[in-house]
């Protein structure tokens, strides 16, 4: 049996830095810091990563900040 060919995921990946920056700049820009963003690593794992951005966590007054702007937010 031969071994499944191994597909770069570097697009992917790429991809979803692009997505975790456009947000870090996006919340910056609101005065929202979530310190644990990142990639997820375990969704990095694997002959087909299928990668995931990962918000982590943060303090109760940055929740309530974030919710606040996203009430403001045109449906």
Not at 10 to 25: F, H, N, V
Request: proline residues 9%; aromatic residues 0%.
């Amino acid at each position: 049996m031969e071994m499944a060919e191994r597909r770069p995921a570097t697009g992917e990946i790429r991809e979803a830095q692009e997505a975790r920056d456009e947000l870090l700049a996006a919340l910056k820009g609101v005065g929202i810091t979530l310190p644990s963003l990142s990639l997820d690593p375990v969704s990095l794992a694997g002959d087909s990563p299928r990668p995931l951005v990962e918000l982590g966590r943060c303090a109760p007054d940055v929740a309530r900040r974030l919710a606040e702007v996203l009430r403001e937010c045109p449906q």
